[in-house]
């Protein structure tokens, strides 16, 4: 979908011309991933950082029990009230019930809310429009109703949306780099415990571009689920060798390699991608602090090797715009970025070759698909903050 970009003041404007009451503000984040794709639902590790792609909302209590909700980008508006909340046709109305309703299962007296949102954060494009969509309402619905929540909190409570009202069986990745980015850093996530660390995402003479290859396979949406499942069912049958282990995190490829035979092919291949996938990540994390960035791309590309030929959740316009990259002179890696089937390539590119790669790779691109690719330059940033309060 070809969306317009907005601004702060545009939501702001918009909101003004609908609503009376005065708005506070919230700025939400986009996210990148540097490397550990697919692996946070199996309680393994993850490497993102918030992005300077946002999400605004102007948003104030109206004093009834109705909600307007006004999405900018997309011009459409939905209203309804709080006791009939019920997920329907509209999907980002229905991350933004979820997180009302998971505040109501956590005891809070909701008022009605007036609400106008939109950005310049690519929807669909595997940078977690969904995940920056909950987490900048729920905190401002904290900011509204004086709501204490601290942010892991509101990470829990955002997925917990996804997963109960829109029913994306989602990991916790996109909503903790939403509301925990630190400027200039990656967050090396423990999905597990929530521990986490900050990595300075310092790239030297090279940068994180983003190529949008503007397709949106809707297969995704019904994959994705799939993969979980498929995971679940690779460690139930591991557990019954090794009933210490309760997700991929827990084994090893010793334990895959000896059970081979037990294991679906498909099976076998998505549990073998995650395990690589977190020692990968721990290499990339070490490479990072040590400035080795040849490194660092080589192993982006054995990641979209996996996630291509084990985990199978790549396209073609993907693998198309990742192996012309890879082949390019001042690129030192690509891959598929996010939860696949189209979306984003994250690519870590010479600062000195980056215009004459865009400029080629969009014209290739077109050739191939008749698609005008479209490219982002992102820099970490703080997550997802109350700009203007009550
Ligand atoms: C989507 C999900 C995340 C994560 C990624 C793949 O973005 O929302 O939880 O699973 O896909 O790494």
């Not at 007296?109 to 900048?136: W, Y």
């Not at 977190?278 to 994390?285: M, V």
């Not at 199978?312 to 990259?325: M, T």
Request: hydrophobic share 40%; net charge negative.
């Amino acid at each position: 979908m070809n969306m317009q970009m907005l601004g702060l003041s545009d939501i702001v404007e918009q909101y003004e011309a609908r609503f009376e009451n005065p708005p506070i503000l919230i700025r939400a984040s986009g996210r990148i991933n540097v490397i550990g794709e697919h692996t946070d639902y199996n309680d393994g590790f993850v490497l993102p950082a918030a992005v300077d792609k946002y999400i605004f909302f102007a948003l104030a209590e109206n004093g009834t029990r109705e909600c307007n909700f006004y999405a900018a980008n997309i011009e459409e508006r939905f209203s309804f009230q709080l006791k009939d909340m019920q997920p329907g046709p509209s999907v980002w109305a229905n991350h933004l019930m979820g997180v009302l309703q998971q505040f109501e299962k956590g005891g809070v007296a909701l008022e009605g809310i007036d609400c106008v949102f939109g950005g310049n954060l690519p929807i669909g494009s595997g940078m977690s429009s969904s995940a920056a969509l909950e987490c900048g309402f729920a905190l401002g619905v904290c900011a509204l109703f004086s709501l204490e929540y601290n942010r892991k909190e509101l990470a829990l409570l955002a997925q917990r949306a996804s997963h109960e009202f829109v029913g994306v069986p989602c990991g916790i990745m996109d909503q903790f780099a939403s509301l925990m980015g630190r400027e200039g850093q990656a967050i090396r996530l423990d999905c597990r415990s929530l521990n986490h660390e900050y990595i300075p995402l310092d790239l030297g003479d090279c940068e994180l571009v983003l190529v949008d290859s503007k397709v949106k396979h809707d297969l995704g949406d019904s994959e994705y689920p799939k993969r979980v499942a498929e995971c679940k069912a690779g460690v139930a049958v591991l557990r019954r060798h090794y009933p210490e282990i309760s997700s991929l995190r827990d084994v090893t490829l010793d334990m895959l390699k000896l059970h081979r035979s037990e294991l679906e092919d498909a099976i076998y291949r998505r549990c073998i991608y995650v395990v690589k996938e977190n020692a990968r990540l721990q290499e990339a994390c070490r490479c990072l602090w040590k400035g080795e960035l040849e490194r660092l791309g080589a192993l982006l590309l054995v990641t979209h090797e996996g996630l291509r030929d084990e985990y199978e959740v790549s396209c073609p316009e993907i693998d198309f715009l990742v192996d012309f990259a890879s082949g390019y002179p001042g690129v030192l890696g690509a891959r598929v970025m996010g939860g696949g089937f189209g979306g984003c390539t994250i690519n870590l590119v010479r600062k000195d070759a980056k215009e004459k790669l865009l400029k080629e790779i969009t014209k290739a691109y077109f050739r191939q698909y008749g698609i005008h690719c479209e490219y982002y330059f992102v820099h970490p940033v703080d997550g997802t903050d109350v700009i203007r309060g009550s």
